[in-house]
T-cell receptor
Framework: DSGVTQTPKHLITATGQRVTLRCSPRSGDLSVYWYQQSLDQGLQFLIQYYNGEERAKGNILERFSAQQFPDLHSELNLSSLELGDSALYFC????????????FGSGTRLTVV | SQQGEEDPQALSIQEGENATMNCSYKTSINNLQWYRQNSGRGLVHLILIRSNEREKHSGRLRVTLDTSKKSSSLLITASRAADTASYFCATYSGAGSYQLTFGKGTKLSVIP
């Protein structure tokens, strides 16, 4: 157990639907990162939050949004889902921004059918 | 977009042999990190080397960094079947960019 909790572990949903992925960072970590991993694109950075504030956006589609709550857990919302959104979605956390390693959760495997 | 590129893409060795993976990157970095991912699971942080360091060790792992060549290598000595995994390098550029950029990984298979 890495200390980063992601739920659900698996999700199967139909095209056009909306889902919410949840992440609880390791205790004491202030920074949360979301990544998408697919076979063809590798690990793509989506978005980062630090202590409740959005800090950076990567290759995140407009159909996707995220937020970090006062208790530091984060949610990634994916809407109008397409087949191509099928991927592993990882949350990672770090104690601070910058010069630190990340602790990853075990991921949510999303399958869009 | 990928900052780091690992080489080779796949590597198969016998148990007890050493495994070497390389990573090249494009822009200047603050630090470079290596991660391991067992099939379909979360990534595990292995080691972080800063731009002013040339070599770092952790157990059976040895990482080198050559900033003039924008490259790093990860050596796993005396490999074990349990080392079978994908290995990723990730770079942190700093200068307002606080997220890690990952390469596509090297898939290591250690045959018992």
């Amino acid at each position: 157990d890495s200390g980063v909790t992601q739920t659900p572990k698996h999700l199967i949903t139909a095209t056009g639907q909306r889902v919410t992925l949840r992440c609880s960072p390791r205790s004491g970590d202030l920074s949360v990162y979301w990544y998408q991993q697919s076979l063809d694109q590798g690990l793509q950075f989506l978005i980062q939050y630090y202590n409740g504030e959005e800090r950076a956006k990567g290759n995140i589609l407009e159909r996707f949004s995220a937020q970090q709550f006062p208790d530091l857990h984060s949610e990634l919302n994916l809407s109008s889902l397409e087949l191509g959104d099928s991927a592993l979605y990882f949350c990672a956390s770090s104690v601070e921004e910058g010069d630190y390693g990340y602790t990853f959760g075990s991921g949510t495997r999303l399958t869009v059918v | 977009s990928q900052q780091g590129e690992e080489d080779p893409q796949a590597l198969s060795i016998q148990e007890g042999e050493n495994a070497t993976m390389n990573c090249s990157y494009k822009t200047s970095i603050n630090n470079l990190q290596w991660y391991r991912q067992n099939s379909g699971r979360g990534l595990v942080h292995l080691i972080l080397i800063r731009s002013n360091e040339r070599e770092k060790h952790s157990g059976r792992l040895r990482v080198t960094l050559d900033t003039s060549k924008k490259s790093s290598s990860l050596l796993i000595t005396a490999s074990r079947a349990a080392d079978t995994a994908s290995y990723f390098c990730a770079t942190y550029s700093g200068a307002g960019s606080y997220q890690l950029t990952f390469g596509k990984g090297t898939k290591l298979s250690v045959i018992p």
